[in-house]
C-alpha cells in the first residue's frame, strides 16, 4: 500500500523524522518497508508556450517553456503527446535521474543537433512514477509552473501490511501506529466511530439482506449534487499515492477508503430500479464490471442488486450500469460490512483485485461504518453541493467489536524478558488506543487482531522495541521426546535415500480432485479425501491424502525438461478422514523409480529398465529385516502389493507398492516403467528395532547348498523366505534366491507349480564346519520345509 508522507502530516506532525527513521520506525513495529519513493532536486512544474519543428530533425521539437523563473527556457524534445499549454515535468540542470540497473544520470545544459537544450522535460517514467503512457506526464492544469514536483508527488512509503492488521490499510491506522512508535499526539479525529445522522431500519423495499455473507448494510441519499472535476488538493492526494482522479464523487470515495479504510460505493440513484437487494447471485449471471469486463457469476458470489439486475459485486467492484458519470444528479451512498472469506473467494474465483476487496477479504472495522459513511456525506456536500436525506438507512446489524482481554503485568514481564514498570506498559496499550476496564483492556473495533493476552504481551514488545529487551542465553537439559526420535529417524531414512541416488522432492499439501485418482492412501477402512470449505482456486482444493501424486507430477515435469532416469521420493504429512468424518493426518514415506538401472554411457547404450524387483531392493535398505510384498489385486496399480514387515500373525502392513499403469504413464509423457511405494513412516519407525548394529567379519568359512524346490504357483517367495528365517537352526546363517522358474505351458513344469531355487550358506562362528554337520543341518532344513510348507525337491 502506498503512504503519502504529506498525506500523513494532516494527522502526526512527523516533520522532524527523517525518512530512514520512520523506515526504521515502521520496520521494527513490523510494518515492512518495501520501497522509498521520492523526487530529485531540481525537478518542477513547467508550462509549454510555444513549440517548433527542429531544423535538423524530423522527430525533434524547439519548446519553450515557463519553469517560474520569469524567463522562458529552451528544451529540445522527442516526444508527441503534448500540446501548447500543457504542464509536465522539467529536469533542471543539476538534477540526477535514475537510469535504472543502479546507475543515475545528471541534468545538464548541452545541445541536439546544433540547438541548445537546457534541461530535459520527463515521462513518468524518468522521475520513477510507473511506466505510464507514452510520451511525456501531462500534470494538472491547475498547477502553478516553478512548483518543486516533490510537492506535487509528495514522499510516498510502499508498505507491505501483513493480513493481521486491516487496520494499518489506511492513512489513519498508519498514523496511530506511527503515534504510538514516536510518542507524537495525533491530530484530529483517532477513529470515525461516531455518527450523528438518525437512523432508520430500511424497509423491505428500500433495502433487503437475504445473504449471511453482508450482515450490516447502510444507504444515505444524496439529491441535486453536481459532478465536475475534483479540486486541485484532492486531485493532488490522490495523485500522491498513484491514483487517477475521475470526478469529484468518485475521488471522495477513494480519498475517504485511503484516508479511514472504510471502502465505499456511490451509485447513480437514476440508474437503479426501486431499492437495494443484497443477494446470491443467480448461477451463470453476467455481470458488467467498472473495469469493462464481463464477468460470470456463480451461486457463492455476492451481489447488490436493485429489483431488476446487479449492480455490483459485493465488496468487491461496481458495475458499469449503475456508475456516476457527469449525468449525475442524485447519488446512493453504500457503506457496508461484507464477510472476509466470502470476499477473497470471489475476487480469486474471478481474479479480480481492487482497493476495496483487499481490505473486506482482511476485515475492515465494523463499529466507524456509519461514521465513515456521515464523514464522506459532509464531503460531497462541500464539493458536489445537493441536499442529503436527514436519515440513514440501515439492514442488519454490525458485527460486534472484540471484547476486552485481560492481562497479566507480570505475565507480560516474563515473555518480553525486559523489565517493564506497570506504568510503562500501560502507557503503550493506551497509546495504542486501548483502555484500562479493571484488570482487562478494552479493545478498540479497529484491532481486530487483539483476542488474547499474548497479542497485548506483543503489542507492548513492539512499541517498546525488541532491541531494548536485554540477550541473555538460558538453556536446560530436556529428555529426548518422541518428536525427537521421529526426526532422527527420518533424517536417516532420507540420508539413506539420498546416498542411493534418489532426490527429495517438496509438494504442495493441495492438490486437484483429478490428482485424487492417483492416490494409494485412501483404499483402507473407508478412508476418504478432505476437501476443504473454500479453495483457493480448482486446482487445490483437496487435502493431500497421499503423497504418490505429488510425486508423479514431479515426475511428469521432469520428463518435460528431458530428464528421464528418475529416483524421487517425498517424505511429509498426509490427510483423511474417517467414515465418520473425523479428519485424521499422517506421516508418509512415498518413493518414485523410472528408467534405466544404470546411467547410459557409451558402452551400454540401451541398459536394462528398472522393475519391481529394484523398488523391493530400495526398500530392503531402509527397513528392517522381515520385509514381504504380499500380492494383492488394486485396480490402480499393476503388479499391487501390501509391504509387510513381519511373517505371520505378527506380520505389520505398512504400505503398498506396485507398477503405474502404462496409459497412466502415458499420460504423463513417461514411457518406461513408473515404479512406487508409500508407507506409513510411524509404522515403520515402530518396526525397527533400535539402531543397526555391525558384526565383525567371519574367521571361518562357511559352506553353500543349493536347493530347488516345486511351491504351489501361488505361494509367494517371501513365504518360503519366511520360514527359512524361523528356522531354528543356529549353524544355518543367510539365503538367497537366486532362480524362479515357470512353464505357462505345462510342458515342463506342472502349470498351477511354480520352481524357487535358494542358496543357503551354514557358518559357524568358532570353527570350521566339517562336511557331515553342514549335511546333517542341511537334512533337518529339508525335512522342515516339507512337513512346514508341504513342498516337493526336484
Known sequence: MNVSLQWLSDHIDISDYSMTRLDELLTFAGIEVEGVRSLPDHLVVAEIL????????????????????????????????????????????????????????????????????????????????????????????????GTPLGEVFPAVFELEITPNRPDCLSHLGVARELAALAKKPLKGLVHHGVSTTPVKSAAADEITLSSETCPYYTARILRGVKVTESPAWLKAKLESIGLRPINNIVDLTNYVLFETGQPLHAFDLAKLDGGIVVRAAAEGEKFLALNGEEYELSADDLVIADRTKAVAIGGVMGGEDSGVTETTTDVLLEAAYFAPAAVRRTGRRLG?????????????????????????????????????????????????????????????????????????????????????????????????????????????????????????????????????????????????????????????????????????????????????????????????????????????????????????????????????????????????????????SW???????????????????????????????????????????????????????????????????????VLVAEMNLKKLMAARRGDPTHAD?????????????????????????????????PLLQSFELFDLFEDPEGVKLAKDKKSLAWSILYRSPDRTLESHEVETAHAKLLDSLRSGLHVDFR
Open 352 to 600: 479480480i483485485h481492487s482497493d476495496s476487496s483487499y481490505r473486506f477479504e482482511r476485515g475492515v472495522d465494523p463499529l466507524q461504518i456509519a461514521g465513515v459513511s456521515d464523514f464522506a456525506v459532509q464531503l460531497i456536500l462541500e464539493l458536489a453541493g445537493g441536499t442529503a436525506d436527514p436519515e440513514l438507512l440501515v439492514a442488519g446489524a454490525a458485527p460486534a467489536g472484540p471484547k476486552p482481554v485481560a492481562l497479566d503485568n507480570d505475565y507480560c514481564r516474563a515473555v518480553i524478558g525486559a523489565p517493564l514498570d506497570d506504568g510503562t506498559i500501560e502507557e503503550i496499550l493506551s497509546s495504542l488506543g486501548l483502555e484500562k476496564e479493571g484488570d482487562a483492556w478494552a479493545i478498540p473495533s479497529y484491532r481486530l487482531d487483539l483476542v488474547r493476552a499474548i497479542d497485548l504481551v506483543e503489542e507492548v514488545a513492539r512499541v517498546h522495541g525488541l532491541d531494548k529487551v536485554p540477550s541473555r542465553t538460558r538453556a536446560t537439559f530436556s529428555a529426548t521426546s518422541k518428536a525427537d526420535q521421529f526426526y532422527d529417524f527420518l533424517r536417516s531414512v532420507q540420508d539413506r535415500l539420498a546416498g542411493l541416488g534418489f532426490y527429495e522432492t517438496r509438494n504442495l499439501k493441495l492438490v486437484s480432485a483429478a490428482q485424487l485418482a492417483d492416490d494409494l492412501a485412501t483404499t483402507h477402512r473407508g478412508m476418504s479425501p478432505v476437501r476443504l470449505k473454500n479453495p483457493l482456486n480448482d486446482e487445490q482444493d483437496y487435502l493431500r491424502p497421499g503423497l504418490i501424486p505429488g510425486l508423479l507430477a514431479s515426475a511428469a515435469r521432469n520428463q518435460r525438461f528431458g530428464r528421464h532416469d528418475l529416483r524421487l521420493f517425498e517424505a511429509g504429512r498426509v490427510f483423511t478422514a474417517t467414515p465418520k468424518g473425523e479428519e485424521i493426518e499422517h506421516e508418509h514415506l512415498a518413493l518414485l523409480l523410472t528408467g534405466a538401472r544404470v546411467r547410459r
Open 50 to 145: 510555444s513549440s517548433e519543428k527542429h531544423p535538423d530533425a524530423e522527430k525533434l521539437s524547439v519548446c519553450q517553456v515557463d519553469d517560474g523563473s520569469g524567463t522562458p527556457r529552451q528544451i529540445v524534445c522527442g516526444a508527441k503527446n503534448y500540446q501548447v499549454g500543457d504542464k509536465v515535468p522539467l529536469a533542471l540542470p543539476g538534477c540526477v535521474l535514475d537510469a535504472g540497473d543502479g546507475r543515475t544520470f545528471s541534468i545538464r545544459e548541452g545541445k541536439l543537433r546544433g540547438i541548445d537544450s537546457l534541461g530535459m522535460m520527463c515521462s513518468a517514467k524518468e522521475i520513477g512514477l510507473g511506466e505510464g503512457e507514452d510520451g511525456l506526464l501531462i500534470l494538472s492544469s491547475s498547477l502553478v509552473p
Open 697 to 729: 567379519l567371519p574367521k571361518f568359512p562357511g559352506s553353500s547348498r543349493d536347493v530347488a524346490m516345486l511351491v504351489p504357483r501361488n505361494l509367494p517367495a517371501g513365504a518360503v523366505a519366511d520360514f527359512l528365517r524361523a528356522h531354528p537352526e
Open 603 to 673: 558402452a551400454d547404450s540401451k541398459p536394462s529398465l528398472l522393475d519391481i524387483h529394484d523398488l523391493r531392493g530400495v526398500l530392503e535398505q531402509i527397513c528392517p529385516e522381515g520385509l514381504n510384498f504380499v500380492t494383492i489385486e488394486d485396480p490402480r496399480l499393476l503388479c499391487a502389493c501390501r509391504i509387510e514387515i513381519g511373517a505371520g500373525k505378527k506380520a505389520a502392513a505398512i504400505g503398498l507398492a506396485g507398477i503405474v499403469p502404462p496409459a497412466r504413464a502415458r499420460e504423463l509423457d513417461i514411457a518406461t516403467p
